[in-house]
């Protein structure tokens, strides 16, 4: 339900409605709807983690889009979720954390498939990564709601932007330039 409608209009009534639970069962499994929610959230997140594999034998591009498509699919499926989570909950600490949790898993996973010469260039990369993973999450929350450009668009700005920042830190034959192989993808 949170998926189909925003997070205002669910009402626990309707969940146990839907679930053939009483709302006495559900409350007694989640004390709230925001309870619930994080619950969801959560178990989303781990999901999305799971389908996020990355192959260190594909290259870095084929993985930035992979892994971007994966998320795409979901955020469009689950748009007054992801909004809720980004908009009406965003200042909430349990939210905050499922959050923060699933992006340094993602960090964590993109340094693990990197070849990086030393710490330094892992502290540097992972700082990039960071801030390009929090970029990802502001752009999506505000193209879901305005959706200034097609999806394709969305995720090739996306891709492009980390692409742009790693070059300076990676070896070039890892760091292809984007806009042409984009523009040459897009003509296939």
Known sequence: MFAARPYEDVLMDDIAQQAGVSRAL???HFPSKHALFAAVYQQAADRLLAETKLDPTDSLVGQLVQGMDIHLDYFVANRHAVLAANRVLAGDPVIQTIMTGELDALRARLLAVLPLADESARRTVSAVLKSWLVFVQILVVDWLTEQTCSRT????????????????????????????????????
């Open 26 to 28: 559900l409350y007694r």
């Open 153 to 188: 668009e969305l995720r090739d700005i996306c891709v492009g932007a980390v692409l742009g920042a790693l070059r300076p830190l990676l070896p070039a034959d890892l760091v292809p330039n984007w806009p042409q192989l984009a523009a040459g993808r897009a003509g296939a």
